[in-house]
Nanobody, 122 residues
Framework: QVQLVESGGGLVQAGGSLRLSCAAS????????MGWFRQAPGKEREFVAA????????YYADSVKGRFTISRDKVKNTVYLQMNSLKPEDTAVYYC???????????????WGQGTQVTVSS
């Protein structure tokens, strides 16, 4: 059974940093792309960043480019999202997800975690 378990969310002041983790289990993810999405109240789920498990190629939404960094640890089977220079508009529930086909559309992702809340105060 595939499981993606996020952790690391919390409350931080604007300008601060957080690191989210996503522990993946239940299958081999070598052919997958791992992504982070977020959803704020009243808004649609939006793409944040993604990384190909095998090659480490990274992709970012324009809104987080230069502030967020996605990475993966193949030994620990864990994906990270380092978030720096956080802004109040980054406040959302952050989800980890996995896809075999890649891309930025949520509907192309096969597996999802339960989400972790990130709140940035001004």
């Amino acid at each position: 059974q595939v499981q993606l378990v996020e952790s690391g969310g919390g409350l931080v002041q604007a300008g601060g940093s957080l690191r989210l983790s996503c522990a993946a289990s239940g299958r081999t993810f070598s052919t997958y792309t791992m992504g982070w999405f977020r959803q704020a109240p009243g808004k649609e789920r939006e793409f944040v960043a993604a990384i190909s498990w095998s090659f480490g190629t990274t992709y970012y939404a324009d809104s987080v480019k230069g502030r967020f960094t996605i990475s993966r640890d193949k030994v620990k089977n864990t994906v990270y999202l380092q978030m720096n220079s956080l802004k109040p508009e980054d406040t959302a529930v952050y989800y980890c997800a996995a896809t075999r086909v890649g891309g930025r559309a949520p509907e192309t992702y096969d597996y999802w975690g339960q989400g972790t809340q990130v709140t940035v105060s001004s």
